[in-house]
Every structure is written in structure tokens, then in C-alpha cells.
């Protein structure tokens, strides 16, 4: 199982646009890469999936270089509705053993 | 019901207490998870079902205990419970449907054990 290295916090303000970076140098073959974000007192709430190259939904883009050691979350022009805990995590499935990890702090200020 | 839901949304439970958290969900899901929460390790899985019928062991699954008799239903049982493992507890679901990796959360339950 992959393990995935992300930055503890980070600080941003509205309007601007945030990219948040976790390493997973071990992710295996079949590994899919995703993110979740969590709000105080709520259970994770997926944001987006990808494999390799881009991936863009309505909420967020992921940036996967070709060697799949690392990806980059980017949240276009954040609001203060988006602080909250961003986990990055690398697994497939059956199995669901998703390891979690950390996650980075989003605060987002006026 | 829509979703996820748990029950109970808090509970504080004396040492040595047998205690089942509930966890229903009407997605028709094949895999669902428990998964507990403390501040700074970030969730951690302790048991998950691929399907009904089947458990296996997540990454901290010593003093917990789940059983999946049917599609909808996965509850956690703690025989005895000890002091660390006052943390909140979430369980999530995915289908076949979903994106690979991605699980539905309910909405947790606050567990303190004193």
C-alpha cells in the first residue's frame, strides 16, 4: 500500500487559487489517485479521481505527472466555504484498504 | 433513508462496556468500512466487507469485532471497551458504480470511553 505525503496546513485567501501537492513514490500499477476533503464534525466527501496526465470535474483539477510519484490538487479561486482537511490517497479496488493519512489543512481567509 | 447513516451520534460508554455502532445504508453497496478518527493520525481503517458475507481486517482492527449478514447493514462492536478507543467513527460504503476509490462517509459517531 502506497503511503502519500502531503503538507500539514496551508493558508490561502479567497479568490486565489490553491494547489496542493502529495508525494507517493511506492504507488503501485494499479493504484488510482484521489482526494477527499472533510469539513469539521462530517465524514470525507470525495473530490476527484484520476490515473495519469489531468483530470478536471465542476470542483477541482488534478495534475498527475507521468511517472505518478506525486499529484497536485488545484482549487480554482477559493472561497472561505472551501477550509477544510484536503486527504490525498493512492489504492484500488476490491480491498478498499485506503490508507487516509494526515491530510493538509486548508484555511482560507478574507 | 438517503445514503449513509449511523447510529448512535454520540455515546459515552464506561470501560469494559460491549458497545455496537450501527451503520446502514440503502445504496445497495457491495463494500463498506469502518474507519476511526483522532486528532492528527487522520482515519484509520479498522475492518471492511467486500461483500455480504465476507469481513476482512483493516490497519487497526485488534478490540473491534463486524459481521455483514446482509447488503445494508455493518455494525461495529467493541466486546469490551478500553479508554483508547474514545475517537469518532465513520463508516463509508462504495458500489460498483463508483469511481474506483471513492466511498460514501455517514456522518460519524463521537464514541468516549471513560
Known amino acids: 500500500l502506497a503511503k502519500t505525503t502531503q503538507p500539514i496546513s496551508m493558508d490561502s485567501y479567497e479568490g486565489q487559487e490553491v494547489n496542493i501537492t502529495c508525494s507517493h513514490n511506492n504507488i503501485a500499477t494499479n493504484d488510482y489517485i484521489t482526494w477527499y476533503q472533510q469539513f469539521p464534525s462530517q465524514g470525507p466527501r470525495f473530490i476527484i479521481q484520476?490515473?495519469?496526465t489531468k483530470v478536471t470535474n465542476e470542483v477541482a483539477s488534478l495534475f498527475i505527472p507521468a511517472d505518478r510519484k506525486s499529484s497536485t490538487l488545484s482549487l480554482p479561486r477559493v472561497s472561505l466555504s472551501d477550509t477544510a482537511v484536503y486527504y490525498c490517497?493512492?489504492?484500488?479496488?476490491?480491498?478498499?484498504?485506503?490508507?487516509f493519512g494526515q491530510g493538509t489543512e486548508l484555511s482560507v481567509k478574507p | 433513508i438517503a445514503g449513509i447513516t449511523q447510529a448512535p451520534t454520540s455515546q459515552i460508554l464506561a470501560a469494559g462496556r460491549r458497545m455496537t455502532l450501527r451503520c446502514t445504508q440503502d445504496m445497495r453497496h457491495n463494500a463498506m468500512y469502518w474507519y476511526r478518527q483522532d486528532l492528527g493520525l487522520g482515519l484509520r481503517l479498522i475492518h471492511y466487507s467486500n461483500t455480504a458475507g465476507t469481513t476482512g481486517k483493516g490497519e487497526v482492527p485488534d478490540g473491534y469485532s463486524v459481521s455483514r449478514a446482509n447488503t445494508d447493514d455493518f455494525p461495529l462492536t467493541l466486546a469490551s471497551a478500553v479508554p483508547s478507543q474514545t475517537s469518532v467513527y465513520f463508516c463509508a460504503s462504495s458500489g460498483f458504480s463508483s469511481n474506483y476509490n471513492e466511498q460514501f462517509f455517514g456522518p460519524g459517531t463521537r464514541l468516549t470511553v471513560l
Open positions: 484520476g490515473y495519469k
Open positions: 490517497l493512492v489504492g484500488d479496488v476490491p480491498g478498499g484498504k485506503l490508507i
